[in-house]
C-alpha cells in the first residue's frame, strides 16, 4: 500500500503533470532612469514593468511635486513593441495642493534598422505616444505633450553605451497648442555590476518662450537578470528649468513568456 501511494504522489507531481524545461529569463533592457529611451526593444513575448518615485522642487509651475511613475512594455514582434505610460498618483503643491490620478500615455515603439536586442551595431528606432489621459495637474518644466514622435539611437562605443533620442511634440495649453523640439544623450559605463549613467538633455518652453536645460546622474545594479533597481537625481542648469529632482525604482521583466 505505501508502495502504491509512492506511485501516486510521483504521477500527480507538478513536474509530471506539467513538464517543466530549465529556460533562461532574458534579460531586462530597462528604459529608466533616464530621460533617454533605449532604441533597442524588450525581448519579445514578455511583459516589462519600470516603475518608480519621483520628487521635484523650485519649477515655474510647482514648489513642490511627488509622483508614482508606471511604465508597460510588451514586444508583440522583434521589431515592434507597445508602451503603456501612467502615474498612479501625482501630488503637487503650488498655489492649490492636489492629489490625482495622473496622466495616461499609449504608443508602439518600432526598430528601422539594426539589432533586435543588445546591438554590437547602432539600432534606429521610431517611437509614437498620444496621451490618452489628463490629469491637469502641474507638470516638470518640458511639459506633458499631447501626442510625441521620436527618433531613437542606441549603440556602444570603446566600452560606453549610449542613448540618443530626438523628440517633435505638440503641447496644449488652454486650448492653443504648440511644437516642441527636445534633444537628449545618455551615456553609460558599467563598474563591476554597477552602471553608472550620465546625461544631458535639453527642451524648448514654447509657452515660457524659454529653454528647460537638465544634466541627470543615475546608478543602476542588476539584482537578478530580470530585476534592475536604480537611482538617480536631475540638476536644472536653466532659471526655467526645474531645479532639483530626484528618483529611485526598478526594472521587472515578468519571467513566464505569453507565446
Sequence with gaps: MMR?????????????????????????????????????????????FESGAFGATDSPDF????????????????????????????????????????????????????????????????????????????????????????????GDVIGFHYDANALANELEENATRRFQSGQTLSISHPLKRVTISGEIWHFTQPFAKGHAVGSLWAISYPVRRNLVIDDGFDRGLTSTSTQWEAFVGFTYLLPHRFW
Excluded at 533592457?29 to 533617454?36: A, D, I, L
Excluded at 515592434?80 to 501625482?90: G, K, M, R, Y
Design 63 to 154: 514648489s513642490k511635486r511627488i509622483n508614482g511613475s508606471e511604465v508597460v512594455k510588451l514586444a508583440v514582434h522583434p521589431r515592434l513593441q507597445l508602451l503603456l505610460d501612467f502615474e498612479p498618483l501625482v501630488h503637487t503643491n503650488s498655489n492649490v495642493q492636489q492629489t490625482k490620478f495622473g496622466d495616461v500615455v499609449l504608443g508602439f515603439q518600432s526598430v528601422l534598422f539594426g539589432a533586435e536586442a543588445a546591438p554590437a551595431h547602432p539600432t534606429l528606432s521610431f517611437s509614437f505616444l498620444h496621451k490618452v489621459h489628463e490629469a491637469g495637474v502641474p507638470e516638470v518644466d518640458f511639459g506633458a505633450p499631447r501626442s510625441s514622435v521620436l527618433l531613437l539611437l542606441s
Design 4 to 48: 502504491f501511494s509512492r506511485w501516486v504522489l510521483f504521477l500527480l507531481s507538478p513536474g509530471m503533470i506539467f513538464p517543466q524545461t530549465a529556460a533562461v529569463v532574458p534579460e531586462a533592457n530597462p528604459g529608466r532612469p533616464t530621460v533617454s529611451t533605449p532604441a533597442t526593444l524588450t525581448p519579445v513575448g514578455y511583459l516589462q
